[in-house]
């Protein structure tokens, strides 16, 4: 069984900061490549980060530049730094394998909400 929790999120103002946190249990973490993946209010879920087990990155367009995949194989860890935050990145994040993503791994995810 495995099991994601994202933890993090929070209220920001725009042009703030915050650094996510997905801890990984029941995985083989360090052979997994990592996703970031965030839904919007009458959204579809997207893609945000994605990291491969030898550390290689992809970001999407609309974040590229701000955020900043990273991981902690020795704690089972994936982190998203989020810089220069916008309202338009108001969404709930979520951890999960990628970029093939395993449906019943989604956890609860963790709230972004960027005011304007």
């Known amino acids: 069984q495995v099991q994601l929790v994202e933890s993090g999120g929070g209220l920001v103002q725009a042009g703030g900061s915050l650094r996510l946190s997905c801890a990984a249990s029941?995985?083989?973490?360090?052979?997994?490549?990592w996703g970031w993946y965030r839904q919007a209010p009458g959204k579809q879920r997207e893609l945000v980060a994605g990291?491969?087990?030898?550390?290689?990155?992809n970001y999407a367009d609309s974040v590229k530049g701000r955020f900043t995949i990273s991981r902690d194989n020795a704690k089972n860890t994936v982190y998203l730094q989020m810089n220069s935050l916008k309202p338009a990145d108001t969404a709930v994040y979520y951890c999960?394998?990628?970029?093939?993503?395993?449906?019943?791994?989604w956890g609860q995810g963790t709230q972004v909400t960027v005011s304007s």
């Open positions: 999960n394998y990628w970029p093939l993503p395993v449906k019943d791994y």
């Open positions: 990291i491969s087990s030898g550390g290689s990155t």
């Open positions: 029941g995985s083989i973490f360090g052979i997994n490549a």
